[in-house]
Antibody
């Protein structure tokens, strides 16, 4: 059964960093990009970037450049998203999602359960 | 940058009725680049439609997608109680690669 399992909720102080993990199971991890999407309380979905688990290549939204780092450990089929210099506006649920292609259509067909990150002094 | 505008913001309907949700792109986009997701409270988004009209695995045929160019539609032919949720359209393109609409809340009247 294909599954993405994320790490648990975090509470961080402003200025700190957080690292969220996303463990894949039931499929070949290196064959599918992992996207990171966040959702502030009561708000919509915001794409942050992706990582190619095979090469480690990344693509970040310009808004997060310099603050976000996406990595992976292929030995344990796990992707990571680290966000630094946290501020209150980073309080959100962070999701990982698997990218898949059907012909020329891109879709995010598998999502983690989400990780709530709360930034508070 | 492609901007997706969803309408209406909130749609109030009764079970059994038909729902029509709109997603308009700021410029013409490739149909294969448009997807729809459903999100219920406390849950991650769930893929419904890809490539503007392809139904994802396990999605009932009451859900259908259509459109091209700048105007896309998600239709739910006969609303079930579990269909009341927030719906997002999503575009895959060049820069940025991924954008989401702001969502349409489908609520029970």
């Amino acid at each position: 059964q294909v599954h993405l399992a994320q790490s648990g909720a975090e509470v961080k102080k402003p200025g700190a960093s957080v690292k969220v993990s996303c463990k894949a199971s039931g499929y070949t991890f290196i064959n599918y990009y992992i996207y990171w999407v966040r959702q502030a309380p009561g708000q919509g979905l915001e794409w942050m970037g992706w990582i190619n688990p095979n090469s480690g290549g990344t693509n970040y939204v310009q808004k997060f450049q310099g603050r976000v780092t996406m990595t992976r450990d292929t030995s344990i089929s796990t992707a990571y998203m680290e966000l630094s210099s946290l501020r209150s506006g980073d309080t959100a649920v962070y999701y990982c999602a698997r990218e898949r292609w059907v012909d020329t259509a891109m879709l995010l067909d598998l999502w983690g359960q989400g990780t709530l990150v709360t930034v508070s002094s | 940058e492609i901007v997706l505008t969803q309408s209406p913001g909130t749609l109030s309907l009764s079970p059994g009725e038909r729902a029509t949700l709109s997603c308009r792109a700021s410029q013409a986009i490739r149909s294969g680049s448009l997807a729809w997701y459903q999100q219920k409270p406390g849950q991650p988004p769930r893929l419904l439609i890809y490539g503007a009209s392809g139904r994802a695995t396990g999605i009932p045929d009451s859900f259908s997608g259509s459109g091209s160019g700048t105007d896309f539609t998600l239709s739910i032919s006969r609303l079930e109680p579990e269909d009341f949720a927030v719906y997002y359209c999503q575009h895959y393109g060049d820069s940025p690669p991924v954008t989401f609409g702001q969502g349409t809340r489908l609520e029970s009247k």
